[in-house]
Protein backbone atom coordinates (compact mmCIF):
# COMPACT_ATOMS: atom_id res chain seq x y z
CA UNK A 1 0.00 0.00 0.00
CA UNK A 2 1.32 3.00 -1.16
CA UNK A 3 0.86 6.85 -0.66
CA UNK A 4 1.65 10.39 -2.27
CA UNK A 5 1.32 13.61 -0.93
CA UNK A 6 1.62 17.32 -2.49
CA UNK A 7 1.80 20.01 -0.71
CA UNK A 8 2.06 23.67 -1.24
CA UNK A 9 1.98 26.80 0.76
CA UNK A 10 3.30 27.76 4.41
CA UNK A 11 5.32 26.02 6.80
CA UNK A 12 2.66 24.96 8.56
CA UNK A 13 1.43 22.61 5.76
CA UNK A 14 4.73 21.33 5.58
CA UNK A 15 4.63 20.09 8.83
CA UNK A 16 0.96 19.68 8.46
CA UNK A 17 1.83 16.87 5.46
CA UNK A 18 4.11 15.47 7.69
CA UNK A 19 2.33 14.38 10.13
CA UNK A 20 -0.80 12.95 7.73
CA UNK A 21 2.81 10.99 6.10
CA UNK A 22 3.15 10.25 9.92
CA UNK A 23 -0.01 8.75 10.43
CA UNK A 24 -0.52 6.85 6.76
CA UNK A 25 3.20 4.88 7.99
CA UNK A 26 1.54 4.32 11.31
CA UNK A 27 -1.04 2.64 9.52
CA UNK A 28 0.96 0.37 6.98
CA UNK A 29 1.61 2.84 4.34
CA UNK A 30 4.95 3.63 2.47
CA UNK A 31 5.87 6.74 0.20
CA UNK A 32 6.05 6.84 -3.33
CA UNK A 33 7.00 9.73 -5.75
CA UNK A 34 4.48 8.76 -8.46
CA UNK A 35 0.80 9.46 -8.05
CA UNK A 36 -0.14 6.75 -10.32
CA UNK A 37 1.60 4.03 -8.12
CA UNK A 38 -0.45 5.41 -5.45
CA UNK A 39 -3.58 4.02 -3.39
CA UNK A 40 -3.78 7.19 -1.33
CA UNK A 41 -3.66 10.71 -2.54
CA UNK A 42 -2.92 13.79 -0.43
CA UNK A 43 -3.35 17.07 -1.45
CA UNK A 44 -2.84 19.22 0.59
CA UNK A 45 -3.53 22.70 -0.68
CA UNK A 46 -3.05 26.91 0.02
CA UNK A 47 -5.14 29.43 -0.49
CA UNK A 48 -3.47 33.07 0.38
CA UNK A 49 -3.80 33.87 -3.27
CA UNK A 50 -5.60 33.68 -6.28
CA UNK A 51 -2.53 32.13 -7.78
CA UNK A 52 -1.89 29.22 -5.14
CA UNK A 53 -6.12 28.16 -5.72
CA UNK A 54 -5.82 27.83 -9.15
CA UNK A 55 -2.67 25.76 -8.83
CA UNK A 56 -4.71 23.22 -6.43
CA UNK A 57 -7.53 23.35 -8.76
CA UNK A 58 -5.07 22.41 -11.43
CA UNK A 59 -3.58 19.30 -9.15
CA UNK A 60 -7.10 17.76 -8.81
CA UNK A 61 -8.60 17.66 -12.07
CA UNK A 62 -5.11 15.89 -13.12
CA UNK A 63 -6.08 13.54 -10.17
CA UNK A 64 -9.40 13.04 -11.96
CA UNK A 65 -8.22 10.19 -15.06
CA UNK A 66 -6.17 8.58 -12.70
CA UNK A 67 -9.22 7.85 -9.98
CA UNK A 68 -11.55 6.44 -13.05
CA UNK A 69 -8.79 4.56 -14.39
CA UNK A 70 -8.32 3.13 -10.41
CA UNK A 71 -11.75 3.26 -8.11
CA UNK A 72 -10.15 1.86 -5.63
CA UNK A 73 -7.54 5.15 -5.34
CA UNK A 74 -8.23 7.49 -2.45
CA UNK A 75 -7.98 11.14 -2.64
CA UNK A 76 -7.86 13.38 0.24
CA UNK A 77 -8.16 17.14 -0.54
CA UNK A 78 -6.75 18.47 2.79
CA UNK A 79 -5.75 22.07 3.87
CA UNK A 80 -6.81 25.45 3.36
CA UNK A 81 -9.19 24.98 0.11
CA UNK A 82 -11.46 23.13 1.86
CA UNK A 83 -11.12 24.61 5.58
CA UNK A 84 -13.30 24.55 8.67
CA UNK A 85 -16.48 25.06 7.30
CA UNK A 86 -19.01 23.51 5.18
CA UNK A 87 -17.60 22.31 2.00
CA UNK A 88 -20.52 21.33 0.12
CA UNK A 89 -19.96 23.62 -3.10
CA UNK A 90 -16.53 21.59 -3.27
CA UNK A 91 -17.96 18.37 -2.55
CA UNK A 92 -20.39 19.19 -5.39
CA UNK A 93 -17.42 20.03 -7.68
CA UNK A 94 -15.32 17.47 -7.21
CA UNK A 95 -17.29 13.94 -6.65
CA UNK A 96 -14.00 12.22 -7.11
CA UNK A 97 -12.59 13.30 -3.66
CA UNK A 98 -13.27 10.95 -0.98
CA UNK A 99 -12.13 12.78 1.91
CA UNK A 100 -11.91 16.25 2.91
CA UNK A 101 -9.91 17.49 5.59
CA UNK A 102 -9.32 20.66 7.05
CA UNK A 103 -6.09 22.37 8.10
CA UNK A 104 -3.51 20.40 10.33
CA UNK A 105 -5.75 17.48 10.38
CA UNK A 106 -4.83 14.02 9.20
CA UNK A 107 -7.65 12.15 11.65
CA UNK A 108 -10.47 12.18 8.56
CA UNK A 109 -8.12 10.41 6.33
CA UNK A 110 -6.98 7.76 9.10
CA UNK A 111 -11.02 7.69 10.13
CA UNK A 112 -12.05 7.38 6.55
CA UNK A 113 -9.13 4.58 5.81
CA UNK A 114 -9.85 2.28 9.46
CA UNK A 115 -13.40 2.97 8.50
CA UNK A 116 -14.44 4.26 11.90
CA UNK A 117 -17.18 6.40 12.05
CA UNK A 118 -15.70 9.21 14.07
CA UNK A 119 -17.09 12.60 13.31
CA UNK A 120 -13.65 14.01 12.80
CA UNK A 121 -13.96 16.66 10.52
CA UNK A 122 -16.38 18.68 13.20
CA UNK A 123 -14.65 17.71 16.13
CA UNK A 124 -11.30 19.12 14.31
CA UNK A 125 -12.51 22.56 14.36
CA UNK A 126 -11.76 23.25 17.98
CA UNK A 127 -8.94 21.18 18.52
CA UNK A 128 -5.51 21.73 19.89
CA UNK A 129 -4.31 18.18 19.01
CA UNK A 130 -3.66 15.91 16.32
CA UNK A 131 -6.14 13.61 16.86
CA UNK A 132 -4.49 10.55 16.05
CA UNK A 133 -1.86 11.36 18.29
CA UNK A 134 -1.73 12.12 21.68
CA UNK A 135 2.04 11.15 22.50
CA UNK A 136 5.06 10.82 19.84
CA UNK A 137 5.16 11.51 16.32
CA UNK A 138 7.55 9.68 14.58
CA UNK A 139 8.65 11.08 11.03
CA UNK A 140 8.12 9.37 8.14
CA UNK A 141 10.75 7.07 7.14
CA UNK A 142 12.37 9.08 4.41
CA UNK A 143 12.54 12.25 7.51
CA UNK A 144 13.18 9.98 10.23
CA UNK A 145 17.12 10.08 11.28
CA UNK A 146 18.25 12.35 8.43
CA UNK A 147 16.03 15.63 9.06
CA UNK A 148 17.83 18.19 10.56
CA UNK A 149 15.42 20.91 11.05
CA UNK A 150 11.86 20.26 11.66
CA UNK A 151 8.82 22.37 12.00
CA UNK A 152 6.32 22.40 14.96
CA UNK A 153 3.02 23.94 14.86
CA UNK A 154 1.84 25.90 18.64
CA UNK A 155 -0.79 27.96 17.60
CA UNK A 156 -3.36 26.64 15.44
CA UNK A 157 -6.13 28.90 13.65
CA UNK A 158 -5.82 32.77 14.06
CA UNK A 159 -8.43 35.37 15.02
CA UNK A 160 -7.08 38.70 14.10
CA UNK A 161 -9.13 40.15 11.15
CA UNK A 162 -6.52 41.30 9.19
CA UNK A 163 -8.97 42.60 5.88
CA UNK A 164 -7.29 40.84 2.82
CA UNK A 165 -6.60 37.89 4.92
CA UNK A 166 -8.51 34.44 4.49
CA UNK A 167 -6.67 32.35 6.77
CA UNK A 168 -8.58 33.17 9.81
CA UNK A 169 -11.65 32.24 7.81
CA UNK A 170 -9.95 28.70 7.05
CA UNK A 171 -8.18 27.46 9.55
CA UNK A 172 -10.16 28.44 12.57
CA UNK A 173 -10.22 30.43 15.91
CA UNK A 174 -6.54 31.10 17.07
CA UNK A 175 -5.85 28.05 19.57
CA UNK A 176 -2.61 27.32 21.57
CA UNK A 177 -1.18 23.66 21.93
CA UNK A 178 -0.72 22.89 25.07
CA UNK A 179 3.00 23.12 25.82
CA UNK A 180 2.97 19.61 27.24
CA UNK A 181 2.27 18.25 23.86
CA UNK A 182 5.25 20.78 22.16
CA UNK A 183 7.58 19.81 24.26
CA UNK A 184 6.78 15.89 23.90
CA UNK A 185 6.71 16.35 20.27
CA UNK A 186 10.09 18.32 20.20
CA UNK A 187 11.68 15.61 22.27
CA UNK A 188 10.82 12.92 19.79
CA UNK A 189 11.70 14.93 17.06
CA UNK A 190 15.24 15.06 18.77
CA UNK A 191 15.49 11.65 19.30
CA UNK A 192 14.71 10.95 15.78
CA UNK A 193 17.97 13.08 15.13
CA UNK A 194 16.39 16.48 14.47
CA UNK A 195 18.91 19.45 15.81
CA UNK A 196 16.45 22.73 15.06
CA UNK A 197 12.97 23.49 15.73
CA UNK A 198 10.95 26.43 13.98
CA UNK A 199 7.69 27.14 16.52
CA UNK A 200 4.99 27.85 13.94
CA UNK A 201 1.75 30.30 14.30
CA UNK A 202 -0.23 33.20 12.26
CA UNK A 203 0.54 34.80 15.20
CA UNK A 204 3.26 33.42 16.96
CA UNK A 205 3.55 35.64 19.14
CA UNK A 206 0.30 35.02 21.07
CA UNK A 207 1.25 31.88 22.14
CA UNK A 208 -0.44 31.08 25.14
CA UNK A 209 -2.30 34.16 25.21
CA UNK A 210 -5.62 32.24 24.43
CA UNK A 211 -4.88 29.63 27.84
CA UNK A 212 -4.38 31.33 31.09
CA UNK A 213 -2.03 27.78 32.01
CA UNK A 214 -0.31 28.25 29.09
CA UNK A 215 3.29 29.85 29.10
CA UNK A 216 3.88 33.14 27.23
CA UNK A 217 6.14 32.68 23.97
CA UNK A 218 9.42 33.16 26.00
CA UNK A 219 7.86 30.80 28.39
CA UNK A 220 8.00 27.94 25.87
CA UNK A 221 11.23 28.93 24.60
CA UNK A 222 13.21 28.61 28.12
CA UNK A 223 11.81 24.66 28.74
CA UNK A 224 12.29 23.78 25.14
CA UNK A 225 16.17 25.34 25.55
CA UNK A 226 16.31 22.37 28.39
CA UNK A 227 15.97 19.81 26.21
CA UNK A 228 19.30 17.91 25.52
CA UNK A 229 20.61 17.55 21.93
CA UNK A 230 18.28 19.90 20.02
CA UNK A 231 20.53 22.80 19.23
CA UNK A 232 18.76 25.79 17.50
CA UNK A 233 15.22 27.13 17.98
CA UNK A 234 13.31 29.49 15.81
CA UNK A 235 9.62 30.74 15.93
CA UNK A 236 7.55 32.22 13.04
CA UNK A 237 5.99 34.28 12.60
CA UNK A 238 5.30 37.39 14.66
CA UNK A 239 2.67 40.08 14.34
CA UNK A 240 4.25 43.97 15.60
CA UNK A 241 1.98 44.17 18.54
CA UNK A 242 2.58 41.22 20.36
CA UNK A 243 6.32 41.23 20.35
CA UNK A 244 7.27 41.70 24.00
CA UNK A 245 10.44 43.13 25.91
CA UNK A 246 10.03 39.57 27.35
CA UNK A 247 9.81 37.51 24.60
CA UNK A 248 12.97 39.64 22.90
CA UNK A 249 14.84 39.27 25.76
CA UNK A 250 14.21 35.60 25.81
CA UNK A 251 15.75 35.40 22.27
CA UNK A 252 18.57 37.24 23.65
CA UNK A 253 19.70 35.80 26.86
CA UNK A 254 18.59 31.82 25.10
CA UNK A 255 21.66 30.89 23.61
CA UNK A 256 19.62 28.23 21.24
CA UNK A 257 17.30 30.51 20.35
CA UNK A 258 18.88 32.02 17.12
CA UNK A 259 19.01 35.97 16.43
CA UNK A 260 16.37 35.50 13.45
CA UNK A 261 12.79 37.51 13.81
CA UNK A 262 10.03 37.14 11.11
CA UNK A 263 7.89 39.90 11.50
CA UNK A 264 5.54 41.28 8.55
CA UNK A 265 4.87 45.03 8.10
CA UNK A 266 2.52 44.59 5.60
CA UNK A 267 2.59 48.48 4.47
CA UNK A 268 4.61 51.72 5.00
CA UNK A 269 1.45 54.15 5.16
CA UNK A 270 -0.68 54.47 7.59
CA UNK A 271 -3.70 54.97 5.64
CA UNK A 272 -2.82 51.30 3.62
CA UNK A 273 -2.03 50.00 7.74
CA UNK A 274 -5.56 51.01 8.76
CA UNK A 275 -7.47 49.58 5.50
CA UNK A 276 -5.94 46.57 6.50
CA UNK A 277 -6.40 46.43 9.99
CA UNK A 278 -3.06 45.74 10.99
CA UNK A 279 -3.43 47.67 14.39
CA UNK A 280 -0.21 49.75 14.54
CA UNK A 281 1.38 52.83 12.11
CA UNK A 282 4.14 52.51 10.59
CA UNK A 283 6.29 54.63 12.61
CA UNK A 284 5.26 52.33 15.39
CA UNK A 285 6.60 49.27 13.04
CA UNK A 286 10.07 51.44 12.94
CA UNK A 287 10.54 51.74 16.65
CA UNK A 288 9.12 48.21 16.94
CA UNK A 289 12.14 47.34 14.49
CA UNK A 290 15.02 49.73 16.81
CA UNK A 291 13.69 47.83 20.00
CA UNK A 292 14.53 44.64 18.45
CA UNK A 293 17.92 45.65 16.74
CA UNK A 294 18.50 47.30 20.93
CA UNK A 295 17.44 44.08 22.19
CA UNK A 296 19.00 41.09 20.45
CA UNK A 297 22.57 42.20 19.04
CA UNK A 298 23.07 40.99 15.49
CA UNK A 299 19.75 40.13 14.85
CA UNK A 300 18.29 39.69 11.25
CA UNK A 301 14.87 41.02 10.37
CA UNK A 302 12.73 39.54 7.89
CA UNK A 303 9.12 41.41 6.92
CA UNK A 304 5.80 40.44 4.30
CA UNK A 305 5.03 43.46 2.12
CA UNK A 306 1.76 43.66 0.14
CA UNK A 307 2.14 45.77 -2.85
CA UNK A 308 -1.39 47.19 -4.46
CA UNK A 309 -3.46 47.04 -1.88
CA UNK A 310 -7.09 48.54 -2.75
CA UNK A 311 -6.57 52.18 -3.03
CA UNK A 312 -2.69 52.18 -2.67
CA UNK A 313 -1.88 55.34 -4.11
CA UNK A 314 1.94 56.11 -5.82
CA UNK A 315 2.46 58.06 -2.92
CA UNK A 316 1.30 55.13 -0.60
CA UNK A 317 3.01 52.78 -1.76
CA UNK A 318 6.25 55.07 -1.75
CA UNK A 319 6.27 55.35 1.87
CA UNK A 320 6.47 51.17 1.73
CA UNK A 321 9.21 51.61 -0.11
CA UNK A 322 10.91 53.99 1.95
CA UNK A 323 10.11 52.29 4.52
CA UNK A 324 12.42 49.73 3.52
CA UNK A 325 14.97 51.76 1.94
CA UNK A 326 15.47 53.11 5.76
CA UNK A 327 14.84 49.78 7.98
CA UNK A 328 17.25 47.74 5.82
CA UNK A 329 15.90 44.41 6.37
CA UNK A 330 17.71 41.48 5.92
CA UNK A 331 14.69 39.44 4.13
CA UNK A 332 11.17 40.85 2.31
CA UNK A 333 8.69 38.32 1.36
CA UNK A 334 6.64 40.24 -1.02
CA UNK A 335 2.96 39.86 -2.33
CA UNK A 336 0.65 41.70 -4.65
CA UNK A 337 -2.80 42.30 -3.60
CA UNK A 338 -4.86 39.20 -4.36
CA UNK A 339 -8.69 39.63 -3.59
CA UNK A 340 -9.78 36.67 -1.33
CA UNK A 341 -13.35 35.48 -1.07
CA UNK A 342 -15.03 36.50 1.99
CA UNK A 343 -12.52 38.65 3.40
CA UNK A 344 -13.39 42.54 4.43
CA UNK A 345 -11.39 43.92 1.89
CA UNK A 346 -12.51 41.76 -0.84
CA UNK A 347 -16.32 42.57 0.00
CA UNK A 348 -16.00 46.20 0.46
CA UNK A 349 -12.37 47.43 -1.73
CA UNK A 350 -12.05 47.44 -4.83
CA UNK A 351 -9.03 45.92 -6.44
CA UNK A 352 -8.19 49.46 -8.19
CA UNK A 353 -4.54 48.86 -8.78
CA UNK A 354 -4.00 47.54 -12.22
CA UNK A 355 -2.35 44.16 -12.40
CA UNK A 356 0.99 46.07 -14.30
CA UNK A 357 1.40 48.59 -11.77
CA UNK A 358 1.13 45.97 -8.91
CA UNK A 359 4.02 44.31 -11.21
CA UNK A 360 5.50 47.45 -11.30
CA UNK A 361 5.44 48.01 -7.57
CA UNK A 362 6.49 44.38 -6.61
CA UNK A 363 9.55 44.72 -9.35
CA UNK A 364 10.74 47.79 -7.36
CA UNK A 365 10.54 46.85 -4.20
CA UNK A 366 12.51 43.54 -5.32
CA UNK A 367 15.33 45.26 -6.84
CA UNK A 368 15.69 48.06 -3.55
CA UNK A 369 15.42 44.94 -1.89
CA UNK A 370 18.29 42.85 -4.05
CA UNK A 371 20.83 45.86 -3.01
CA UNK A 372 20.30 46.42 0.62
CA UNK A 373 20.82 42.24 1.32
CA UNK A 374 23.78 42.14 -0.94
CA UNK A 375 24.91 45.17 1.24
CA UNK A 376 23.89 43.40 4.13
CA UNK A 377 25.66 40.01 3.33
CA UNK A 378 28.89 41.12 2.34
CA UNK A 379 29.83 42.62 5.76
CA UNK A 380 30.00 38.53 6.18
CA UNK A 381 32.63 38.85 3.93
CA UNK A 382 35.95 37.11 5.96
CA UNK A 383 33.94 36.69 9.01
CA UNK A 384 34.00 32.95 10.66
CA UNK A 385 30.17 32.00 11.80
CA UNK A 386 28.68 28.43 12.68
CA UNK A 387 26.61 26.94 10.44
CA UNK A 388 23.93 24.08 11.36
CA UNK A 389 24.18 21.45 8.00
CA UNK A 390 21.76 20.46 6.66
CA UNK A 391 21.98 18.34 3.53
CA UNK A 392 24.06 17.82 0.67
CA UNK A 393 22.79 19.43 -2.63
CA UNK A 394 24.94 18.64 -5.62
CA UNK A 395 28.74 18.67 -4.51
CA UNK A 396 27.89 21.25 -1.78
CA UNK A 397 26.64 20.98 2.00
CA UNK A 398 24.03 23.32 2.42
CA UNK A 399 23.51 25.08 5.54
CA UNK A 400 22.57 27.92 8.20
CA UNK A 401 23.69 30.75 10.13
CA UNK A 402 22.55 31.64 13.56
CA UNK A 403 21.16 34.77 11.45
CA UNK A 404 19.12 32.42 8.87
CA UNK A 405 21.82 33.02 5.70
CA UNK A 406 22.06 30.00 3.45
CA UNK A 407 25.73 28.95 3.41
CA UNK A 408 26.84 26.70 0.78
CA UNK A 409 30.46 24.48 1.40
CA UNK A 410 32.68 22.34 -0.38
CA UNK A 411 33.77 19.20 1.47
CA UNK A 412 34.51 15.73 1.36
CA UNK A 413 33.63 15.15 5.30
CA UNK A 414 29.75 14.28 6.53
CA UNK A 415 28.42 17.54 8.06
CA UNK A 416 24.69 16.58 8.16
CA UNK A 417 23.60 17.37 11.44
CA UNK A 418 26.92 19.10 12.58
CA UNK A 419 27.16 22.62 13.72
CA UNK A 420 30.98 24.00 12.54
CA UNK A 421 32.50 27.48 11.96
CA UNK A 422 32.22 28.21 8.39
CA UNK A 423 34.68 30.74 6.69
CA UNK A 424 32.67 33.06 4.49
CA UNK A 425 34.53 33.87 0.83
CA UNK A 426 31.84 35.03 -1.34
CA UNK A 427 28.40 36.78 -0.48
CA UNK A 428 25.97 37.45 -2.42
CA UNK A 429 21.98 38.79 -1.88
CA UNK A 430 20.45 34.77 -1.50
CA UNK A 431 23.27 32.90 -0.72
CA UNK A 432 26.85 32.94 0.84
CA UNK A 433 29.88 30.49 0.10
CA UNK A 434 32.55 29.73 2.88
CA UNK A 435 34.76 27.15 3.70
CA UNK A 436 35.08 24.81 7.25
CA UNK A 437 37.46 26.10 9.91
CA UNK A 438 40.36 23.52 10.77
N1 LIG B 1 -0.10 35.23 9.80
C1 LIG B 1 0.91 35.34 8.82
C2 LIG B 1 0.31 35.36 7.45
C3 LIG B 1 0.65 34.24 6.63
S1 LIG B 1 0.18 34.49 4.99
C4 LIG B 1 1.59 36.65 9.00
O1 LIG B 1 1.10 37.53 9.64
O2 LIG B 1 2.66 36.78 8.43
C5 LIG B 1 1.73 34.99 4.38
C6 LIG B 1 1.74 36.31 3.71
O3 LIG B 1 0.91 36.29 2.58
C7 LIG B 1 1.18 37.46 4.52
O4 LIG B 1 2.10 37.93 5.45
C8 LIG B 1 0.87 38.47 3.46
O5 LIG B 1 1.99 39.27 3.16
C9 LIG B 1 0.53 37.60 2.26
N2 LIG B 1 -0.91 37.66 1.99
C10 LIG B 1 -1.92 37.28 2.79
N3 LIG B 1 -3.10 37.53 2.19
C11 LIG B 1 -2.82 38.06 0.98
C12 LIG B 1 -3.61 38.52 -0.11
N4 LIG B 1 -4.96 38.52 -0.05
N5 LIG B 1 -2.99 38.99 -1.21
C13 LIG B 1 -1.65 39.03 -1.27
N6 LIG B 1 -0.85 38.60 -0.28
C14 LIG B 1 -1.42 38.12 0.84
Known amino acids: MKYHIWTEGCQMNVADSQRVASAL ?236 IEVPAQAGDDTVLENMKRGYTAEQYRELIARIRERIPGVSIATDIIVGFPGETEEQFMNTYRLLEDLRLDVAHLARYSPRPGTVSARRMKDDVPEEEKMRRFRMLEELQERIVGEINARYLGESVPVLFEEKVKQRWKGRTPTNKLVFVESEEDLHGQIREVKITWTGPWSMIGSLKK
Open 25 to 260: EHLGYSVTPKPEEADVIVLNTCVVRQSAEDKAYGRLNSLRPLKEKNPHLVINLMGCLVGIRNNDALRKRFPFVDVFSPPSDPSPLVAFLTQSEVRAMEESATATRYAYMDGDLVLPEVERGKLVSAHIPVVYGCSHACTYCIIPYRRGIERSRPPEDILAEARALVRQGVKEITLLGQIVDRYGKDNPAYPTLAGLLIRLSEIEGLERIRFLTSHPNWMTDELLDAVASLPKVMPH
